[in-house]
Structure formats: C-alpha cells, structure tokens
C-alpha cells in the first residue's frame, strides 16, 4: 500500500472531517476498482481520522462492500492508492456479512475470538493465560462472556456480529469496518450492537461501516459516505441528507404528504441481480 498526502475536498461536503485536529487514520485517493469487466469504484477519494465513527450509504451494487474489501486488503484497486496507519493487519478489525461466513464449522465462540490473538501466539504454539485473559476481556466488553462456549452457529445474528467485534478487540485493532452489521437482525439487536460500538468509540475507536439504514446513518453517525461507484457526498449528516445528494445518490424521489406537510421518499433505481 501507498502513503498519500491529504486529499484537498473536491467539493464543500467532501471530506468535510467532524475532527480537524486529528490524524487521518484511512486515506484513499482516486481508487478505481474493476469487478468482472465492471467498475465497481471510480476515482474514489477521501480520509477518515482518528475516533470518527463513519456510515456508507448507498443503493445496491454501489460499492459499499467492494470499498471495505479494498481497504482490508481483500482486494486489490486498478488504480489509485490508500493508506492504513499502522500496520493494516493488527490495525483493522473486520467484520463481515453475515451471509460470508459458513456457520456451520464447528467452532466456538470462545476460539472465534483466540483468532484475533494469532499473530500473539505465533504459529504452532498454544495459547498462554494472557491470550485468554484478553479474550475473556474481549467477550466482556461486547457482553458475550456467557455465550464462550456456545458453538458461533448457534447464535443470533446480532450476537455473532459482536463476536467478530470481539475478535476485532482481541488483535488490538483501533479500527472496526463493519460491512452491513444489521441486515437481518431485529430492532433489539440493532439497539445492543449500536450501544457496544458507541461504547467502543468513546473509548478511542474508529467505526467505518457500510447500512441501508439511512435514519441510522444520519442520526448516529458523525460523517456520512454517500456513495455510488462515485463518491456523491462526504460529510456531516446534516449536509449528505440533503435532498439533492439524496437524489444522485438513488436516482428518483417522489413526494407524498403526511398531516399536511410535504415528505420526499426516494427510490433506489438501481436494479441488481444479487449484488
């Protein structure tokens, strides 16, 4: 990976960081992703400092998956840069689709967290009493200490999405990227898991990830991806809820009327075939 300077904003929502003062921990500039003859990303440009908590929003096949996975390092861009500060494989925690992970191996969620301690152990060697204790601290700090020896397929989804996060904690990682961690949980569950990430952010770490959810979004988040392939917008949810961003960003909006007041609905015109 490539160090980039600071990207100057294109436009006055871009980049427009909640906090000034601190480092940028993820910059990216101009990243162009090609999927199956596609482009999945375009001239993609943008940072995220230290202890911002970040949404993606976006219709289907906008990219907010394939983004995630660059930085990662899952894949790779055809061009542009970006840059993790610190070592992106101790540094990043991530936390995948639900959909992405086989739930049916075999495996607790106690050792679903001793993974996130591997790189401490060293290859071929047995866990010692300070890789357990940071898993028993781990499991604590996202309240799934109970469920330790529960085999990770019997859970809920938003359950195994807070072990992931737990395994996130226990390689030390000071950024999560979360990749639609509440598809298919209910409203409960949404509320737990936001509750562990607010508390996980107050305590210095950065959240980047990806929701369909635009109230969430706007309403629990500090800066706002808009994006489709593009970058449409970057900034405060006060600026990326525009109507107009909005617009761009799905494509159509119709108005209907509510106790006599006018209220935009927009409609995602982007048809994808499972993306």
Known sequence: MIDVPEIAPARDWLDNSSSPDLPPVITAHDLTVIYQDEPALEGVSFSV??????????PNGAGKSTLIKVIMGLLQPQSGSYHVEGDPQTALGYVPQNEGVDWSFPVTVHDVVMMG??????????PGRQQREVVK???????????????????????????FIAR??????????????????DASAQASLLDVLDRLNDDGLTIVLSTHDLGLAFNHFDQVMALRRHMIA??????????????????????????????????????????
């Open 168 to 185: 996130a904690l226990a390689q030390q990682a000071s950024i999560l990227l979360l990749d639609e961690p509440f598809s298919g949980v």
């Open 49 to 58: 400092r230290a202890g911002e908590k970040v949404a993606i929003i976006g």
């Open 117 to 126: 301690c591997l790189r401490q152990i060293g290859w071929l060697r047995w």
């Open 234 to 275: 970057f900034g405060s949810p006060d600026l990326v809820s525009q109507p107009d961003v909005l617009a761009q960003l799905y494509g159509s909006r119709i108005t209907t009327w509510r106790d006599g007041q006018p209220v935009t609905l927009f409609v995602d015109d982007h048809h994808c075939n499972g993306c």
């Open 137 to 163: 601290t781990a499991l604590n700090r996202v309240g799934m200490s109970d469920f330790a020896q529960r085999q990770i397929g019997e859970l809920s989804g938003g359950q195994r999405r807070r072990v």
